[in-house]
């Protein structure tokens, strides 16, 4: 199994499960709980396919959709357990979330059209946090990366990064590649831990 493979499952495992946090948090049947962990992991990719006028890989490859469910359900049944794994969620939350960019940044590339920088950082960033924007849509809350950390602003970077060394320097895809995850990795943990965010103006009224 190739390493961004083995990534994208910890990627999809970790956003299902803030799904089902999320799901928890608001009191909802399985059913739901489903629901939002799948598409917590699903949806980016989703928008991102929809958008490059292409059908969405994880329909035409199911895996992700499985895996997610089974997770979201594991989820579910053992939720009393859940929340003390919050620390190892965040982590492999941002594993996933640098592995996503990549995969959107490549998605850009192989498509149809020539997608500029601006082109490649959004489609890497609707990867990483298209899903969190449905999931908290459907519970009736701002989306998360619109107020924590550094979350969307690492995704941008990333697919911009991607973009000029794709194509302006002659260095392997692989490295740049597992470089760019490994920077968004650290930084998000920091922003994490520090609880580091953008500026932003005390309400006034």
Same mark, same amino acid.
């Given at each position: 199994?190739?390493?961004?493979?083995?990534?994208?499952?910890?990627?999809?495992?970790?956003?299902?499960?803030?799904?089902?946090?999320?799901?928890?948090?608001?009191?909802?049947?399985?059913? !739901?709980?489903?629901?939002?962990?799948?598409? =917590?992991?699903? @949806? /980016? +990719? &989703? #928008? *991102? %396919?929809? $958008?490059?006028?292409?059908?969405?890989?994880?329909?035409?490859?199911?895996?992700?959709?499985?895996?997610?469910?089974?997770?979201?359900?594991?989820?579910?049944?053992?939720?009393?357990?859940?929340?003390?794994?919050?620390?190892?969620?965040?982590?492999?939350?941002?594993?996933?979330?640098?592995?996503?960019?990549?995969?959107?940044?490549?998605?850009?590339?192989?498509?149809?059209?020539?997608?500029?920088?601006? !082109?490649?950082?959004?489609?890497?960033?609707? =990867?990483?946090? @298209? /899903? +969190? &924007? #449905? *999931? %908290?849509? $459907?519970?009736?809350?701002?989306?998360?990366?619109?107020?924590?950390?550094?979350?969307?602003?690492?995704?941008?970077?990333?697919?911009?990064?991607?973009?000029?060394?794709?194509?302006?320097?002659?260095?392997?895809?692989?490295?740049?590649?597992?470089?760019?995850?490994?920077?968004?990795?650290?930084?998000?943990?920091?922003?994490?831990?520090?609880?580091?965010?953008?500026?932003?103006?005390?309400?006034?009224?």
């Amino acid at each position: 199994m190739e390493i961004t493979s083995l990534l994208n499952i910890i990627g999809v495992i970790a956003f299902s499960l803030s799904g089902v946090l999320k799901g928890l948090k608001h009191q909802l049947d399985i059913f !739901g709980i489903i629901v939002l962990g799948t598409i =917590t992991a699903t @949806g /980016g +990719g &989703i #928008i *991102r %396919d929809i $958008l490059l006028n292409r059908t969405p890989r994880t329909i035409v490859n199911e895996g992700d959709i499985y895996l997610s469910i089974v997770i979201s359900i594991i989820g579910y049944l053992i939720a009393h357990n859940l929340h003390s794994l919050g620390k190892l969620i965040a982590i492999t939350d941002a594993l996933g979330l640098a592995v996503f960019v990549i995969i959107g940044a490549e998605a850009a590339f192989t498509s149809n059209e020539k997608i500029g920088l601006m !082109g490649t950082a959004l489609m890497a960033t609707l =990867t990483g946090v @298209g /899903g +969190g &924007i #449905i *999931r %908290d849509s $459907l519970v009736r809350e701002v989306p998360i990366v619109l107020k924590e950390d550094l979350y969307a602003t690492l995704c941008i970077v990333g697919g911009m990064l991607y973009y000029v060394f794709k194509v302006y320097t002659k260095i392997p895809e692989q490295i740049y590649s597992n470089g760019i995850i490994l920077l968004i990795f650290i930084l998000r943990i920091i922003a994490i831990k520090y609880k580091l965010s953008l500026p932003r103006k005390k309400t006034i009224y």
